[in-house]
């Protein structure tokens, strides 16, 4: 434990160094707008990047190459997370107490409150086998039986945007077909992609005017018995949320990528992506 203490405490100090460092090769080398603050941004992403190696490497021994970003958005956060706390104790000390030193106690209690913090958060949350990474593809879920499926487009059967289905994902929905009542739901605006999926898949898309994660799209179908309701997607935050709103189990997937998404698709998936590590990780 001791051991552990002094290694986190010295690679703290390595990280303030390299802080530093970085705001002073940044302070001489530039001298265009907001200097301090460029200065300063550089030298605290410099430093995160330097606690986040070691942490990784020596305190956590976490060799997984995958999810890097990921991880690192993770880190930063509990860093940001921790960073408000402890400006909260040190500017409480500097409220509360008559004395001159006190914002400094204030600062000192406060650092060591959140390093405690940080270490058990990226215990628990970043240098972790990440849970997306065990998701089956939809092609994979198994055998589903006498339900009524909710099927999502994007990302789960096609690619986003996409309109050719690959021949095993045919075959899972012709088997899903065979056994259960399923129809399609999109977020997705691309009416004529839609139709064409429609069409291909022989399903009908069960309502083109909400959106999930509304409750509203359940009224545009016909379910015998609501307890055997399940929805198939790859996103948390729609497909997760709209099945648990509407008293659904909800089978996450694989995301099918095509690597060409846009930006604004890829950010969303990045949010995705977190808040179903976070809320996975959370209920463990
Ligand atoms: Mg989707």
Not at 57 to 68: C, G, P, S, T, W
Not at 169 to 187: D, F, G, R
Not at 232 to 258: C, E, P, Y
């Amino acid at each position: 434990m001791s051991k552990l203490i002094i290694k986190y405490s010295a690679f703290a100090l390595i990280a303030i160094f390299g802080n530093i460092i970085v705001q002073f090769m940044v302070f001489n080398n530039y001298t265009g707008p907001y200097q301090l603050l460029v200065a300063m941004a550089c030298g605290t992403v410099a430093s995160l990047f330097i606690k986040y190696f070691l942490d990784k490497k020596f305190i956590f021994y976490f060799n997984n190459k995958r999810n890097n970003i990921y991880n690192f958005a993770l880190y930063s956060f509990n860093g940001v997370f921790t960073t408000l706390i402890f400006w909260g104790i040190e500017t409480a000390f500097y409220i509360f107490l008559p004395f001159g030193a006190a914002k400094y106690i204030g600062a000192f209690i406060g650092l060591c409150i959140c390093y405690v913090i940080k270490y058990h958060l990226d215990k628990r949350f970043v240098f972790v086998e990440f849970p997306y990474d065990k998701l089956p593809a939809f092609e994979d879920i198994g055998d589903i039986l006498d339900m009524t499926v909710i099927l999502d487009i994007d990302g789960t059967i096609v690619a986003d945007n996409c309109d050719e289905i690959a021949a095993e994902t045919m075959v899972a929905v012709e088997t899903l077909k065979k056994h259960n009542t399923v129809y399609l739901c999109t977020n997705s605006f691309n009416r004529i992609r839609n139709a064409k999926v429609e069409k291909l898949l022989g399903l009908k898309i069960a309502d083109m005017k909400h959106k999930k994660p509304s409750k509203k799209i359940l009224e545009t179908m016909f379910v015998e018995n609501p307890s055997r309701l399940v929805v198939i997607g790859d996103k948390f935050l729609t497909d997760g949320l709209f099945a648990k709103r509407i008293g659904a189990q909800f089978l996450m997937v694989k995301r099918k990528l095509s690597f060409n998404e846009p930006l604004l698709v890829k950010v969303i998936n990045f949010i995705d992506g977190m808040a179903y590590h976070f809320a996975y990780l959370s209920k463990k």
